[in-house]
């Protein structure tokens, strides 16, 4: 079960390089989560504490994974991943069991990170109808906020938490010594867009034609993730052709049907 519900990866091997548009959202997380691992004198020389926790929330698909990634890799650290959602789901009984055994697996593995995605499954505003599913979330939820309360923010494991849904967040979990750090990682501007389709196509073979200015103002309201399908949907009409290059056309062509099928379909992630 450990095995499932975690997944450890030894530096990720994501760069600060392949994350467009958040530069802001980056300063900030250098500050709160990679120097305390790198250069924690730093915060000794001032007398401060770094954060406990540190939670990202926006939109699906924005890069709250990446960014915990990149972290990770440059601290040299092992990223140690646990979903909210499949410990409701999957791990129906064994939730509070499986967070303690993620957070000693962190402890284990330091300098290390430790990615919480989907939090709001099991912090979510706390239920008092009873049924055994909320139950069981609640004790999940309660071992969480014991294991952060017994959590030392000087030492080299960090804790990055990431949600979609802020606004179902139980109030607990934002207080002094929890995730008291709140980052918010917004839909790209589009000057954002610009750069995350640059680094999406760096090594593809694209035609002289290609306009990233006229594209970034065309993917108005796109994320991270569906401009990085938008590219991989080019690469393919070219590849359907037998082509060799991807032209402006290719890239028009592919942001009309993702969001053509993004109309169709549910939204990204919910
Ligand atoms: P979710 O809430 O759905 O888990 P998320 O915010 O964690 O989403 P990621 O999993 O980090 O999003 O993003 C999915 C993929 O989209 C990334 O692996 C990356 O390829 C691309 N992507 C997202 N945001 C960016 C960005 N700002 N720069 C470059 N690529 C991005």
Do not use: C, W
């Amino acid at each position: 079960v450990r095995a499932q519900v975690m997944e450890l990866i030894n530096s990720p091997g994501i760069d600060y390089d392949m994350i467009g548009g958040l530069d802001d959202v980056l300063t900030e997380v250098i500050e709160s989560v990679e120097l305390p691992l790198t250069e924690p004198e730093l915060f000794e020389n001032i007398g401060i504490e770094p954060p406990t926790g540190v939670l990202l929330h926006g939109a699906p698909g924005t890069g709250k994974t990446l960014i915990a990634k990149a972290v990770a890799s440059r601290a040299q650290a092992t990223f140690v991943r646990m979903s909210g959602s499949d410990l409701i789901q999957k791990f129906v009984g064994e939730g509070a069991r499986l967070v303690k055994d993620v957070f000693q697996m962190a402890r284990d593995k330091a300098p290390s990170i430790l990615f919480i995605d989907e939090i709001d499954a099991v912090g979510g505003m706390r239920t008092h109808d009873g049924t055994t599913g909320s139950a069981e979330v609640n004790r999940t939820m309660l071992q969480l906020l014991a294991e952060m309360d017994g959590f030392d923010a000087t030492r080299d494991v960090k804790i990055i938490a990431a949600t979609n849904r802020i606004d179902l967040l139980d109030p607990a979990l934002l207080r002094p010594g929890r995730f008291d750090r709140v980052i918010e990682v917004p839909i790209p501007d589009e000057k954002g867009r610009a750069e995350i389709l640059k680094i999406h196509t760096r090594k593809m073979n694209l035609d002289s034609d290609v306009d990233f200015d006229k594209l970034a103002r065309l993917t108005d309201g796109l994320s991270g993730a569906d401009l990085k399908v938008v590219t991989k949907e080019a690469g393919m009409f070219v590849l359907r052709r037998r082509g060799d290059k991807i032209t402006m056309k290719d890239l028009m062509e592919a942001y009309e049907k993702v969001v053509t099928e993004e109309d169709t379909s549910t939204p990204h992630g919910m």
